[in-house]
Every structure is written in C-alpha cells, then in structure tokens.
C-alpha cells in the first residue's frame, strides 16, 4: 500500500503526524508534503519538530515542487490524507488551482478517482467553506472533520485523536487497534 499524507497550517497537526506513526506501524509506504504553515503548525502545537515528522515517512516531497512525482497520474497511489486540512487547501482543491504539491497530488486523486480524505478544520463554517466541501463530496471526496465520537467514552485527547485517525485510515482499509464501533444501546429503552 502507497498514501500520500499531506499536513496544512489549520489547527490539528496532530491528526496527520499520528496518523504516519500508524502506518509505519502497519509497513504502508507514506509520501509526506508539510506545507510551509504546517511545519509551522507541527511546532506550535506538538512536541515534534518538522525533521523529526519527516523520518516517520518514508518519503518527503517539498510542496513547492510541482514537478515531483506525485503530481502525476502515473505515479500509482491508493490515495491521498489531508490531516488536517485548512480551508485555504479546501478552497484550492474544490477550485482546480493548482498552486503547490498538496494541492497538485489531491487534484491527482480526484483525476485518477482515487481515494481522497480531508480532514478539515474549522469553526464556525462559512457558507463558502460548506459550499467547497458539498463540491468536492460530489466527487466523491470523503469531508471528515475530526469531531469526537463520544460514544467511545474517550478520558484523554489522545484517545479522541486515536479513534479520530483510526476511523480515517479504517476508510482506507488499514485497521488498527483504536477503532471503538457503535454497539448499540446496552440498555434499549422502549417506546
């Protein structure tokens, strides 16, 4: 299995850099892009440096380089992550414009009708952003806000963030042991 994980400027650097350690975890070959504001992003809110982000992947393309292999269809993927993915890339993605290697490799995806996850982050959304997620779910982009399940009975941000990624890579058919599923109500209440 080849993904391409992407990680933009919105808040929620977490999700993607969680979601490479899981893939290693599983073997799956990873082709990271950190945009200039994730890096930035990955600092402030995490413990981790950009490098240190980087040797979790097995590759890393500079999202500058609209001439790298992932720009093209012929570079065979089984999809793409945006983890998280600010409303600046959504906008990019839903529009066509191609202006740098996130954009560029997720437009591939949608060319090619391979797999595409974003994990978008914002709030409140505006009717802009809503109209660019409804564009790109038409094509058959899966919208995935990392909104908690709290079914789960989550104690910690970490196990928000782990059923949050495990549910995005269950999408991918890669399993790992965080993904809690609805059971059902344990005590049915009647009508």
């Given amino acids: 299995m080849r993904l391409i994980v992407a990680i933009t400027g919105a808040s929620g650097a977490i999700f993607g850099i969680r979601i490479l350690e899981e893939l290693k975890k599983k073997n799956v070959e990873t082709h990271l892009i950190v945009s200039k504001w994730g890096g930035f992003t990955i600092e402030e809110e995490t413990g981790y440096k950009v490098a240190e982000v980087e040797k979790m992947a097995s590759f890393c393309h500079d999202v500058n380089d ?3 292999v992932v720009a093209s269809g012929s570079f065979k993927t089984d999809g793409m992550i945006v983890a998280p993915c600010s409303m600046k890339t959504l906008a990019g993605i839903a529009c066509g414009y191609s202006d740098d290697l996130i954009i560029r490799a997720a437009d591939v995806c949608i060319k090619e009708r391979r797999k595409l996850l974003l ?28 909104v908690p399940a709290f079914y789960t009975k989550p104690v910690t941000v970490d196990d928000i963030v782990n059923q949050t990624v495990a549910k995005a890579l269950d999408y991918f058919g890669v399993e790992t042991e965080h993904l809690k599923c609805w059971q059902g109500l344990k005590n049915k209440i009647s009508d």
């Fill in 66 to 68: 609209l001439s790298d």
């Fill in 119 to 146: 994990m978008v982050r914002e709030t409140p959304l505006s009717s802009i952003h809503l109209e660019n997620m409804l564009k790109l779910s038409r094509l058959g982009v899966i919208i995935m806000p990392p």
